[in-house]
């Protein structure tokens, strides 16, 4: 079987074979953790849980229900955008929230306790990945700042009231529910793996079911493995550590992680992630882990 090798795999190769130390890449692996970045945004979901949580009000527990009994399983009931950055202070969380207006996470105090509390395992992430996706994501976001949340739009994402859907304003600032806003910015950011129905169609499960089919996964799969590089084994056992500490090291441990290493460990897990051949069981783990390392990095490692 012919094997094709990309033009940075190519470049690795040649550098090793002219005497160049393979674990001696800082520069490399500095460009290649801004590729990683430049080139993925994440869909960041929240299943529903079993139970209301005993802490929310009596609308809170209503609109969970909602959201949790009109969609399609699995039950979904928040969707946002994690879009990466290099840059310090840039928020990468945006997203939209009952009585609150659309926004980066700084407006809304990057909520620690919302991403990082009991709603740790909950949490799953869908990677998408094709050119300067960040930057364009990031600029379409902008766009949609201070949209106002909309619970009635929920109507428009089941049957039958769907086809009703593509009727209503789909322009920046036109109100919007999580699913609504989410679809909204990638419709207008990247066209190569936008949603294939009006904003107002989707609820966060049926976006968040879309989103992860194969056809999205496997143009992801497929632009990662054309933009990927060869690891030494220096580079991959630095991988390895950073994943571990992401995943299940101390607050501290995270902490001292570089943000190449944590661009670099996400970049692979997001690898993990888009792999179609994954049955349903082994996605949903590697979604949540994929989300536990982003939350993480943008919570603890960034803050």
């Known amino acids: 079987m012919a094997v094709h090798l990309t033009q940075s795999q190519w470049g690795y190769l040649l550098k090793t074979c002219q005497g160049g130390s393979v674990g001696a890449s800082s520069a490399v692996a500095s ?31 209503f609109l969970d229900s909602v959201v949790q009994f009109s969609q399609p399983r699995p039950s979904i009931t928040h969707v946002e955008l994690v879009v990466p950055s290099m840059r310090e202070g840039e928020s990468m969380h945006f997203a939209t929230y009952i009585t609150e207006r659309a926004g980066w996470g700084s407006s809304f105090n990057n909520n620690r306790s ?32 201070g949209t106002e949340y909309s619970i009635a739009l929920y109507l428009c994402a089941v049957p039958p009231m769907r086809a009703l859907a593509s009727l209503l304003p789909d322009t920046p600032l036109s109100s919007a529910h999580c699913g609504t806003l989410t679809a909204r910015v990638l ?61 299940h090291g101390s607050d501290d441990d995270v902490r001292t992680l570089s943000n190449e290493a944590c661009c670099i460990a996400i970049r692979s897990l997001a690898e993990r992630a888009c792999n179609t051949e994954l049955n349903d069981t082994a996605r949903c783990v590697v979604q949540k882990q994929l989300a536990t390392t982003l939350l993480r990095y943008s919570i603890i490692n960034r803050s």
Not at 32 to 57: C, H, K, T, Y
């Open 187 to 247: 419709k207008g950011a990247l066209s190569e793996t936008a949603p294939a129905h009006a904003s107002a169609w989707y609820g966060p499960s049926t976006l968040f079911i879309e989103m992860s089919s194969d056809d999205v996964q496997r143009k992801t799969s497929d632009f990662l493995f054309k933009t990927s590089s060869i690891k030494s084994l220096v580079e991959q056992e630095g991988e390895n550590a950073a994943l571990h500490n992401l995943l």
């Open 114 to 145: 919302f991403y990082l509390g009991e709603n740790i395992g909950n949490w799953r992430a869908i990677p998408i990945s094709c050119t300067n996706a960040a930057e364009r994501v990031r600029v379409e976001c902008n766009k949609h700042v």
């Open 31 to 61: 460009d290649d953790a801004r590729s990683f970045i430049s080139s993925l945004v994440f869909v960041l979901a929240l299943e529903g849980q079993n139970e209301p949580d005993p802490s929310w009000n009596t609308w809170q527990t």
